[in-house]
């Protein structure tokens, strides 16, 4: 198996690439000098030069409090770059994975969220991963959406690094209480994103670390597990205002992936273990 891997410089696509020569498959890693997905010429030229047999699509734009200001731009990588993937993926029969997001539906209640949910994004980054779904289900039959969220891994910035370096100076850190999900660690979502690869299951999932928590109670254990003495202080969504609206509620429902036979991701807990064992 031959793969196309977009975003190769982010946290997830750097960790497909590996998952991937584990397997003994070949990755085809690609990132904006290589192929800009808002380019159409380039798309497909690249895409027909590569000789792949699938595609996985990690590259996006994921500033979402800038999204907001520059809504074009986000919507030319988001919407644009996966519609001209997704068009091409037609044209040349390949299998296509996208990485979605809990932000395609309103955040909230606190119901989880399920994959054939009705989707009523509510911010700029969440409407243009939204419109990239639609560019999808437009083009494609053999497709995998697959929905994450509070996303960690070792290449790239995360809240994880963001507490980290806060706690160098900093005895006191106030976090949001009310907004409640789950993380997610890119090493175990690249081994089950190439298990979705080797198969033909395709549809919606949500694919999450196990476990649900607030921002500040995954702030809370990042200190414990780090062994850092700093007080969590917690704080609303109102008292801490940012430019995009935040979802309150990112719970997810997996239970597809129990019945189309895919493994779970561990606890969210344990992936914050592992992971910090890698960067500190």
Same mark, same amino acid.
């Given at each position: 198996?031959?793969?196309?891997?977009?975003?190769? /410089?982010? *946290?997830?696509?750097?960790?497909?690439?590996?998952?991937?020569?584990?397997?003994?498959?070949?990755?085809?890693?690609? $990132?904006?000098?290589?192929?800009? +997905?808002?380019?159409?010429?380039?798309?497909?030229?690249?895409?027909?030069?590569?000789?792949?047999?699938?595609?996985?699509?990690?590259?996006?734009?994921?500033?979402? $409090?800038?999204?907001?200001?520059?809504?074009?731009?986000?919507?030319?990588?988001?919407?644009?770059?996966?519609?001209?993937?997704?068009?091409?993926?037609?044209?040349?029969?390949?299998?296509?994975?996208?990485?979605?997001?809990?932000?395609?539906?309103?955040?909230? #209640?606190?119901?989880?969220?399920?994959?054939?949910?009705?989707?009523?994004?509510?911010?700029?980054?969440?409407?243009?991963?939204?419109?990239?779904?639609?560019? +999808?289900?437009?083009?494609?039959?053999?497709?995998?959406?697959?929905?994450?969220?509070?996303?960690?891994?070792?290449?790239?910035?995360?809240?994880?690094?963001?507490?980290?370096?806060?706690?160098?100076?900093?005895?006191?850190?106030?976090?949001?209480?009310? *907004?409640? #999900?789950?993380?997610?660690?890119?090493?175990?979502?690249?081994?089950?994103?190439?298990?979705?690869?080797?198969?033909?299951?395709?549809?919606?999932?949500?694919?999450?670390?196990?476990?649900?928590?607030?921002?500040?109670?995954?702030? *809370?254990?990042?200190?414990?597990?780090?062994?850092? $003495?700093?007080?969590?202080?917690?704080?609303?969504?109102?008292?801490?205002?940012?430019?995009? /609206?935040?979802?309150?509620?990112?719970?997810?429902?997996?239970?597809?992936?129990?019945?189309?036979?895919?493994?779970?991701?561990?606890?969210?807990?344990?992936?914050?273990?592992?992971?910090?064992?890698?960067?500190?």
């Amino acid at each position: 198996m031959k793969v196309l891997v977009t975003g190769v /410089k982010g *946290q997830l696509g750097h960790d497909v690439m590996n998952e991937l020569a584990k397997r003994g498959y070949e990755g085809v890693g690609v $990132d904006v000098e290589e192929m800009d +997905i808002t380019d159409s010429a380039a798309v497909e030229r690249v895409m027909r030069m590569a000789g792949v047999d699938k595609v996985m699509h990690c590259a996006a734009w994921t500033a979402v $409090d800038a999204a907001e200001d520059q809504v074009e731009l986000c919507r030319k990588v988001n919407a644009l770059g996966t519609e001209n993937i997704a068009k091409m993926c037609k044209e040349l029969d390949l299998p296509m994975v996208y990485l979605s997001t809990d932000y395609v539906f309103d955040g909230e #209640g606190t119901r989880p969220w399920e994959p054939d949910d009705e989707r009523h994004p509510l911010n700029v980054y969440g409407q243009t991963k939204y419109e990239g779904e639609l560019a +999808i289900e437009k083009y494609l039959d053999k497709y995998f959406i697959v929905r994450i969220a509070w996303v960690f891994g070792v290449n790239g910035k995360n809240f994880i690094k963001t507490m980290l370096k806060l706690s160098e100076n900093h005895d006191t850190i106030t976090v949001v209480n009310d *907004q409640i #999900g789950s993380p997610t660690y890119t090493y175990d979502l690249a081994r089950l994103l190439v298990d979705m690869l080797e198969s033909d299951k395709y549809g919606r999932y949500h694919a999450t670390n196990e476990g649900l928590c607030s921002w500040y109670e995954f702030a *809370q254990e990042i200190f414990r597990q780090a062994g850092k $003495d700093v007080k969590v202080v917690p704080v609303s969504s109102e008292e801490y205002p940012a430019k995009a /609206k935040r979802p309150h509620n990112s719970r997810m429902n997996k239970d597809k992936l129990d019945e189309m036979g895919f493994t779970r991701l561990p606890s969210w807990q344990d992936a914050l273990s592992r992971y910090l064992k890698e960067i500190m």
